[in-house]
């Protein structure tokens, strides 16, 4: 990636998130990422949840690193975190909050290598 990309990947992967955060309301996503730190968090179900998306990182991730992706099918993941994240107003997770804010990050970085040259 050239410097050039990287900024821009990073100036509007924060504007989004920042856009994002402020209609969800930043007291509660910061009250969502504090949930981690709880015992009464860690119910069989968010344990499995948070293993869950691990593992897709876990398996993504490495595909990213050597060259192995889609890149047009990153504009789908960068609109389903956003929605994701906005979609948890209602529940919100850091699992969800936080996985979907890291992808939304991944898909502007990858998509930033293809539309600008």
Not at 29 to 57: D, G, H, P, Q, R
């Amino acid at each position: 990636m050239t410097i050039n990309q990287i900024i821009f990947a990073n100036i509007f992967t924060l504007l989004l998130i920042f856009l994002v955060y402020k209609h969800t309301g930043f007291k509660k996503i910061k009250y969502c990422y504090c949930m981690f730190f709880t015992k009464k968090y860690w119910t069989n179900y968010n344990t499995v949840e948070f293993l869950s998306w691990a593992a897709k990182a876990i398996i993504i991730v490495p595909g990213l690193i050597f060259g192995v992706s889609l890149w047009w099918l990153f504009f789908l993941t960068l609109l389903t975190s956003l929605s994701l994240i906005w979609a948890s107003n209602k529940k919100l997770l850091p699992t969800l909050v936080g996985f979907n804010t890291i992808w939304v990050w991944i898909s502007c970085m990858v998509l930033s290598q293809h539309l600008i040259k």
